[in-house]
């Protein structure tokens, strides 16, 4: 039997919101200007070239949000650029979900397979008032080409030692990656948090809560759950917004 094989990740900064902090983190730091990254997550190992996520095509470049990340800001080209890829190369696209600033520069990897929880399609394709982050035109020719494959499981193996699993929090479909690395299982949360969320501060504790649910969620309370069992499953946890990992180049480091 083949060994299992041992994968680095590469966060790259493809793009940047700034907002209210409490978009992260649930009922904590409401009216706190925030800065995340938005990563595309190359995996590199196995024979296969992957990517988790795809992020924004309108990317602002600016020392003020590269000061606020601690690192440097990429259009998605200039980001694959710096492993010798370009779009084409891809093999894969897993997607954490469908949300736009997740999935923009899906049509540049013409030769990829993509996959993303079927609850994903039906929020783009139908998206609830209350969810405007969904835009199915950056899917659905792809879809209609059928490159994309729809996950029904709660666990989908997509190459050995890269598992996908079901974690509605932030979204319906919402999938986490489990990466296995030299120091064990890495975990790239399937939904929008910084690292506050799984280790929250001291004030957060002394409430008795031992997690912050995503700032936006479908249900706080599963949300909740959802965090806390992602970290527990993990060695290694990277949420999916956390800044810290702007300046590294690999992980495990």
Not at 18 to 24: P, S, Y
């Amino acid at each position: 039997m083949a060994e299992t094989p041992i994968y680095k990740i590469h966060p790259i900064v493809v793009g940047t919101k700034i907002f209210d902090k409490g978009m992260m983190t649930y009922q904590y730091d409401y009216g706190k200007e925030y800065t995340i990254p938005i990563y595309s997550w190359y995996i590199e190992g196995g024979d296969k070239r992957i990517l988790v996520d795809t992020g924004l095509i309108g990317v602002i470049q600016s020392e003020d949000r590269e000061r606020a990340i601690g690192g440097k800001i990429y259009t998605f080209e200039e980001g694959l650029s710096l492993y010798g890829l370009t779009p084409k190369d891809i093999d894969i696209v897993i997607h954490t979900h469908l949300h736009n600033d997740h999935c923009e520069n899906d049509f540049k990897c013409i030769n990829a397979v993509f996959y993303a929880h079927e609850l994903e399609f039906e929020s783009a394709y139908n998206p609830h008032p209350l969810d405007f982050r969904y835009m199915a035109d950056f899917i659905q020719e792809i879809d209609e080409a059928g490159q994309m494959v729809h996950i029904k499981e709660e666990e989908y193996e997509v190459v050995p030692g890269i598992k996908m699993i079901h974690t509605p929090a932030h979204t319906k479909g919402g999938m986490s990656v489990l990466v296995n690395t030299e120091k064990g299982i890495a975990g790239i949360s399937g939904f929008c948090t910084i690292m506050e969320n799984f280790y929250p501060p001291n004030e957060i504790k002394a409430m008795e809560m031992d997690a912050i649910p995503p700032g936006t969620n479908i249900n706080p309370y599963e949300a909740y759950d959802q965090v806390i069992r992602l970290r527990e499953m993990v060695d290694i946890i990277l949420p999916l917004h956390e800044p810290r990992f702007a300046s590294m180049d690999v992980i495990p480091a």
